[in-house]
């Protein structure tokens, strides 16, 4: 079944949005904060009419029996269409990354040399359930200076249509063009396909949601993409590690909210800490109900534990399930992490500061842990504020991906005829 | 026929750089600029042997039939490897981006977050005839603590297989492992295809030449990649330009190196401009023994000018003829960039500064210039020494890219137990 009325036309869309980027690059911080306040109140007021779409894909999605995690991901309540208002309220009090001078200096021939940050352009949002990611993107794009182009998931586009109707209808009376958000209403997989080569009008890909949809568009994309957030992360447990830090923090960062990427998903423990302290770590999984996938030492040392497959050690739990390898010694940790891990957070537990020194030297992650749980990798437990995803590429942007991820600079040059 | 005595390992070869680049990015500076000036002195002392490998090159060069220009790129002499060698030891004396901490702060609960700049890891470098690239590209990476795999044109195999030799044979007596620099030893195209698509064990792919062999990368590397270089670049005399700077800038910026990225390749005149000062211009344009390829009205207008087609407007002539489009507005010559342009280097010539200011907003390019040659466009130029390339898009680094685009950020949080 096809939700659409009549084909939707992904280029046309995507160049009313490169169209309307262009006028938005040249709007000033007020111009662009006042368009996110009238966004924001036009959400608040037309609550119900959202709530009521919403309730469309919610009776779609009982249809379909989709399982409560992913029910509660799509569903949306006066309390949640609030918080997308305040969120993007929040934007609109952070700094405007664009216009910045980043750095400026004269040549000899007196040729001025500045460096501008500037928008990207046109972002092309790709994501799944979470109707939530619509005012999101849409707040972080338009503050930093550029269009979007949204491309929801199916299961959410009575919400996400809604959502957007009421965004464009706002903008309409501020100085940001109704056009530079795009909303690709098809629930059919080719429209999707079409934003992935679509260099010409799109400046950046930007996929949220599972890792094959990540995948899906990083193998597919000819437009450059933010690679975002499938979180394998790992915790390594040191022999020199304090034992009740190292069980704390294994078990914030498995069990605080064990679907999210910056979730633990192996524990790696060495020998000689384990030998110390098994009863008291193995009690204290037993307590928060961890279901263990150990490697072959673990399975025998562990009651209740299963053999770990190769699917264990690669792919997230995103349950309180976790993986469970020991070592007996530090680089085993982390050459397993280095097979494993996806680049997102990885943490070590230890009171040995040369242990530390090298893990946060060879591991190779967005965001490396010494003694503190990996679920602070997030843009509002760093402090600044709302983000478009974390990043686990290198290129571009790394971490959590604030405005300043949707800027790119522009070098521009003041003469008065200098020739080379 | 093929040069290779026996078939390459493409992924073993990537899997040692991959290796010896987690050592190396542990080096400090000082053991970095060591292991480069002994690069420098071996490419000096083995200038023989690279001369002996090179007229081989150029011996098959002159078989295939190549033209000067190309054959001047492939040839090397005293004075070029001299030259390798001076390049070196210049950036051994540039800033070590890796290790910069970029940012610091202490959240509330104590936990310290840093963002600390890295290398990438390993560089896919991809390119053509120039052999100076091997030495350069090299040195650029071990500085900034990458590990490079270099896959140079086949024409100039031997010489690459030459300097490779060298540069591997002199890192042995250093603190970097020779495996840090891996040449791809073949001619076979599917050597290079092997290199697209290694995202377990290549960081970045950097496309160097022409603009098939950067399109081939773009389209098909699964592997992020930098693009470099192609340079559809435009002046544009606006009616309000003083007559002397419009006519040397655009004579400089063709003519000066017609060949590389920066040079122009069209001209865009205000129609009041050529009103007043069409004498002045034609004759210049003819004293230089500029081919003109116009649009309709300068083919009325300008004898001698041939009826541009679309190629001549889309693609780089590299030689000095030129493109020549008269516009009667401003936007006019905006929108035509925004049509043709290469996102590489754009130009205005006016006193009038809403003009420059309408210009330098809208136009998207890495490099803007009012009242300047584009041919500043070029890391030494713009003072910040060698460059591995000059990128034309937006994301990760634009514009000319010396050592800091060869690196990303790592978050690094030292803590003393913090959960969330």
């Keep these: 079944m096809s939700t659409t009325i009549e084909p939707v036309n992904v280029k046309a869309q995507a160049q009313l949005a490169q169209k309307a980027s262009k006028e938005l690059g040249l709007l000033s911080t007020e111009e662009k904060n006042d368009a996110l306040y009238t966004i924001a109140s036009a959400l608040e007021e037309n ?60 040549l000899v021939n007196g040729l001025e040399v500045q460096t501008i940050r500037v928008p990207l352009g046109v972002i092309g949002m790709i994501y799944e359930a979470r109707p939530n990611v619509t005012a999101d993107a849409t707040g972080l794009a338009l503050k930093s200076g550029n269009a979007i182009v949204l491309k929801g998931g199916s299961t959410a586009i009575h919400s996400n249509r809604a959502i957007v109707g009421v965004m464009k209808e706002a903008l309409a009376s501020t100085k940001i063009s109704p056009d530079a958000v795009q909303f690709i209403d098809s ?23 599972g890792g094959k949809l990540i995948q899906a568009v990083v193998n597919n994309a000819t437009v450059p993409v933010l690679e975002t957030g499938v979180g394998n992360c790992h915790i390594y447990i040191d022999k020199d590690a304090d034992p009740e830090k190292a069980i704390n923090i294994f078990l914030n960062a498995k069990t605080d909210r064990p679907a999210v990427c910056n979730a633990a998903e192996t524990l790696i423990v060495h020998e000689e800490f384990l030998n110390q302290h098994e009863d008291k ?52 940790a982390i050459d397993h992490i280095d097979t494993y891990g996806t680049k997102h957070s990885e943490a070590i537990v230890t009171e040995n500061s040369e242990a530390a020194k090298r893990f946060k030297g060879l591991v190779d992650a967005a965001a490396i842990y010494h003694n503190a749980s990996t679920r602070f990798t997030d843009g509002s437990a760093l402090g600044f504020g709302a983000e478009i ?32």
């Excluded at 995103?318 to 085993?332: E, G, M, N, P, R």
């Design 47 to 106: 609550t119900n009419s959202i709530l009521e779409a919403n309730g469309k894909d919610l009776e779609n999605g009982r249809e379909k029996g989709f399982d409560d995690a992913y029910m509660d991901r799509l569903s949306l309540d006066e309390k949640r269409v609030k918080e997308f208002a305040e969120g993007l309220r929040q934007v609109a009090k952070l700094d405007d990354p664009s216009g910045e001078i980043v750095s400026e200096w004269t």
């Design 187 to 209: 629930t059919d997989r080719a429209a999707t396909e079409q934003l992935f080569t679509m260099k010409e009008h799109i400046d950046v890909l930007i996929p949220r949601g």
């Design 281 to 332: 770590l193995v009690t204290a999984l037993k307590q928060a109900k961890i279901g263990i996938y150990g490697d072959e030492k673990a399975v025998d040392r562990i009651p209740g534990a299963f053999p770990a497959q190769e699917e264990h050690w690669a792919n997230e739990f995103l349950s309180l399930d976790t993986a469970f390898k020991i070592v007996d010694h530090i680089d085993q």
């Design 389 to 420: 995803g974390i990043s686990t590429q290198k290129l571009h942007a790394r971490g959590p991906m604030g405005l300043p991820a949707l800027t790119t600079i522009k070098y521009v040059m003041n003469g008065n005829g200098q020739i080379r």
